[in-house]
Nanobody, 133 residues
Framework: QVQLLEFGGGSVQAGGSLRLSCLASEALDGSSCMGWFRQAPGKGRVGVAG????????YYNDLLEGRFTVSRDNSTNTLSLQMNDLEPDDTAMYYC??????????????????????????WGRGTQVTVSS
């Protein structure tokens, strides 16, 4: 099974930046997607940004595009998320994910509009991002 490990969370003031990284334990094939999700306290898990490895298509949550940039380094199996101009509402646990897989306690997440991506079922443990005003 694919294992995912996130790095780079922390605390920052509003307007600041953070860069998250996710290391995958193995190379994913061209039919796979990787992505970032976030879950704020008391709210559901939502897709932030994703990449379809097959053709490099990139997808963003419409509310976040322009402040967040996702990228992937195929040579190191690393997915990154550059977050700029952070706002207190960005405070959440951020999860790295890859599609297919067994699910998080059996639960899978599908993101509408992320063409080529199956339901996400490989998950990292998450990294906390806290933005203070």
């Amino acid at each position: 099974q694919v294992q995912l490990l996130e790095f780079g969370g922390g605390s920052v003031q509003a307007g600041g930046s953070l860069r998250l990284s996710c290391l995958a334990s193995e190379a994913l094939d061209g039919s796979s997607c990787m992505g970032w999700f976030r879950q704020a306290p008391g709210k559901g898990r939502v897709g932030v940004a994703g990449i379809y490895i097959g053709d490099g298509s990139i997808y963003y949550n419409d509310l976040l595009e322009g402040r967040f940039t996702v990228s992937r380094d195929n040579s190191t199996n690393t997915l990154s998320l550059q977050m700029n101009d952070l706002e207190p509402d960005d405070t959440a646990m951020y999860y790295c994910a890859a599609d297919a897989g067994p699910g998080d306690q059996g639960k899978m997440w599908m993101v509408s509009g992320w063409t080529g991506c199956r339901a996400f079922g490989y998950w990292g443990r998450g990294t906390q991002v806290t933005v203070s005003s």
